[in-house]
């Protein structure tokens, strides 16, 4: 009887518990968000090898399959709890839940109905998910400069896709973040300035000129900087010009006159601190206009020249063209007829060799009125034709219809000593009538030929 082969030994089925395993790496421990890892599981499986064998199917566990069949914006909210992140999503929930509200206020046919839900945009998400979790994790360690950033990355994300609601909300987060990072205020004087630009954007005037305000104060006597090297206070002072400006010319509109004027003197202070002549003129300039424009050309005198003398100083034709009009009707208010008509002509010569044509027809009218009224008539209807040809050039109708009137006016206020000799009906003045339609020339104004 032959001996039976020996027994193998025991193979269990089960890895012995006794047996070393490694301990998964963070990265391993991070579950996937998206469906992209579940296709390339699909990959790594491969084909199968062999004649009658079945391809082997990929072993997908429930959170897989939960990441496959749900959406985008479900994925990323469940993944933000799982981590921890419960801040972040809160304020991606109410950010998707404020943007459906404003859609179903609006209603169909608005243009945010058009536009594609923030919870359908992936990218969006992925950056949201992204950076306020990053925020998040910053502000745990008290590190806000790195939550300050994170923020800030946001805003500009959304204000270069040109989600400005969006991006609105991310710089005003800015803002009270920057209170929180011991950086001597740098931080902080520039989110007020992102804010003053959000306010500017949205036309709210009197919200971007406080921002400014307290940007202008922050940087005042400090060395900070822009990538382009401008200082901070720099651009300040010349955003504060801008706005006052603004918000001057909307009280002048509501006839809120001396109003106005303290609002464009205190523009002309902040410009004078911007360091920029061109500047300091243009906003005297407009303290000039508006005091001619209330009924005080004296002192509007005293701005214009101010203007006139930094356009002088830069060369400036354009400038000095416009300070040369503003000063003739302000001394043409005023009476000073003579002075007015210097600096007309004066605006006349600098408007020609500047190709400044619309102020150019306007001056030529001027000076037509003002001749006219002092009875020289052929002075009053050159310029009424000059600014005739140049409406003409111009192709407006309107300018050249007026000046077509002005000439007929002018014209007709030569015939008055024709008329006057036509009532007087004497035989000295028929054969001076005859003798003028001979020659068609104004012998009436002459003394000489009395």
């Known amino acids: 009887m032959s001996t039976l082969p020996a027994m193998p030994q025991h193979v269990g089925f089960l890895p012995s518990i006794t047996s070393q395993t490694s301990n998964p790496s963070p990265a391993q421990q991070q579950l996937p968000n998206s469906r992209s890892w579940i296709h390339k599981k699909d990959k790594d499986i491969g084909p199968s090898h062999g004649l009658g064998e079945k391809p082997k199917q990929p ?3 429930k959170l897989e399959i939960a990441i496959y069949k749900n959406s985008h914006k479900h994925n990323i909210c469940v993944n933000m709890l799982r981590e ?3 801040k972040s999503f809160s304020e991606l929930f109410a950010l998707i839940q404020k943007w459906n509200t ?3 206020a609006a209603g169909p046919g608005s243009a945010i109905w058009q536009e594609e839900p923030l919870e359908k945009q992936p990218d969006k998400l992925d950056q949201l998910q992204h950076f306020l979790t990053r925020a998040e994790a910053a502000q745990r360690a008290g590190r806000y400069e790195e939550m300050y950033t994170n923020q800030l990355s946001l805003a500009n994300y959304f204000n270069n896709s040109g ?10 987060s800015c803002l009270h973040t920057s209170k929180l990072v011991k950086d001597g205020g740098q931080k902080e004087a520039e989110a007020h300035s992102n804010m003053g630009k959000v306010y500017m954007e949205q036309g709210q005037l009197e919200k971007a000129a406080e921002h400014y ?3 202008h104060h922050l ?18 002072c010349e955003s504060l010009w801008r706005i006052y400006t603004l918000l001057a010319d909307k009280m002048l509109e509501n006839k809120k006159h001396e109003q106005a004027i303290k609002t464009l003197i205190k523009a002309f202070e902040m410009a004078k601190e911007v360091g920029d002549k061109k500047i300091e003129g243009e906003a005297a300039y407009r303290v000039g206009l508006a005091y001619h424009r209330c009924g005080d050309p004296e002192t509007a005198t005293t701005y214009l020249n101010m203007f006139m003398e930094i356009s002088t100083a830069l060369g400036d034709s354009n400038g000095l063209g416009k300070a040369f009009e503003a000063m003739a009707k302000a001394l043409e208010s005023q009476g000073k007829i003579t002075e007015s008509v210097k600096y007309l002509e004066k605006f006349i010569q600098v408007a020609k060799s500047s190709d400044q044509s619309r102020s150019l027809q306007d001056a ?3 000076l037509g009125v003002i001749y006219n009224n002092r009875g020289q ?3 009053g209807c050159k310029y009424f034709e000059m600014a005739s040809t140049i409406a003409m050039n111009l192709g407006d109708l309107q300018l050249l219809e007026k000046a077509q009137v002005y000439i007929g006016i002018g014209k007709a206020h030569q015939m008055t000593a024709f008329s006057s000799h036509i009532e007087a009906t004497g035989h000295v003045n028929m054969e001076r009538v005859l003798a003028w339609k001979n020659s068609r020339n104004d012998m009436f104004n002459d003394p000489s030929a009395v």
């Open 213 to 215: 305000e307290v940007f």
């Open 59 to 61: 072993e997908l566990s």
């Open 84 to 86: 921890g992140y419960h």
């Open 163 to 172: 989600d400005k609601w969006l991006s609105h909300h991310f710089f005003e």
């Open 219 to 236: 940087t005042l006597g400090l060395a900070w900087k822009d990538k382009a090297g401008r200082t901070h206070n720099s651009w300040g």
């Open 102 to 104: 404003s859609r179903e």
């Open 377 to 379: 008539y052929d002075k």
């Open 364 to 366: 030529c009218m001027c």
